[in-house]
T-cell receptor, first 111, second 115 residues
């Protein structure tokens, strides 16, 4: 079974710290998504990557296809960044699968 | 542009009943995907519809079904509800389908409680 592993599962940091969340997957992918989920359930798509690096504001996402690994970085973290961050991949093999999700990283930024 | 809408937002049913959830995608989006989120299993893919046809299906029993209408609105149905079907059901829309789907835009979800 193709898995998506995220680490850490839980992360508590102080405001202003640099945050890194990691995602590893097992086989070739077509795309990798980083999602943000706030309490109450709403999910926001942060990035979609197939190679390289993307930046949006204080958020940076990178992917290393050879290593099958992606990272999400948050610079100058703020309490409003507190949320669950979820990595999801679309595998490139045959078959009719949709996104496969990691278990998520619960991030708490303390003032 | 209006976002993805889902109705109802909350639903309470009893075991054995059936339920229908609705999802209206962003205008112009033709692909709608459905996901189930539970504390134990996390997010899991249910199915994807594009141009009124189911294109992909996750590993769920046949009690879970769906359909898509010509205006791209989608419904999912769960028959013979079980306690384990209690979950947040999310839909997401995108311009294209499958591996060309691009960014997905999620609705607020429907929280289903089965008693």
């Amino acid at each position: 079974k193709n898995e998506v592993e995220q680490s850490p599962q839980n992360l508590t940091a102080q405001e202003g710290e640099f945050i890194t969340i990691n995602c590893s997957y097992s086989v070739g992918i077509s795309a990798l998504h980083w999602l943000q989920q706030h309490p109450g359930g709403g999910i926001v798509s942060l990035f979609m990557l197939s190679s390289g690096k993307k930046k949006h504001g204080r958020l940076i996402a990178t992917i290393n296809i050879q290593e099958k690994h992606s990272s999400l970085h948050i610079t100058a973290s703020h309490p409003r960044d507190s949320a669950v961050y979820i990595c999801a991949v679309l595998y490139s093999g045959g078959g009719a699968d949709g996104l496969t999700f990691g278990k998520g990283t619960h991030l708490i930024i303390q003032p | 542009k209006a976002g993805v809408t889902q109705t109802p937002r909350y639903l309470i049913k009893t075991r054995g009943q059936q339920v229908t959830l609705s999802c209206s995608p962003i205008s112009g989006h033709r692909s709608v995907s459905w996901y189930q989120q539970t504390p134990g299993q996390g997010l899991q893919f249910l199915f994807e519809y594009f141009s009124e046809t189911q294109r992909n299906k996750g590993n769920f029993p046949g009690r879970f079904s769906g359909r898509q209408f010509s205006n791209s609105r989608s419904e999912m149905n769960v028959s013979t509800l079980e306690l384990g079907d209690s979950a947040l059901y999310l839909c997401a829309s995108s311009l294209a389908r499958g591996r060309a789907a691009g960014e997905q835009f999620f609705g607020p979800g429907t929280r289903l409680t089965v008693l």
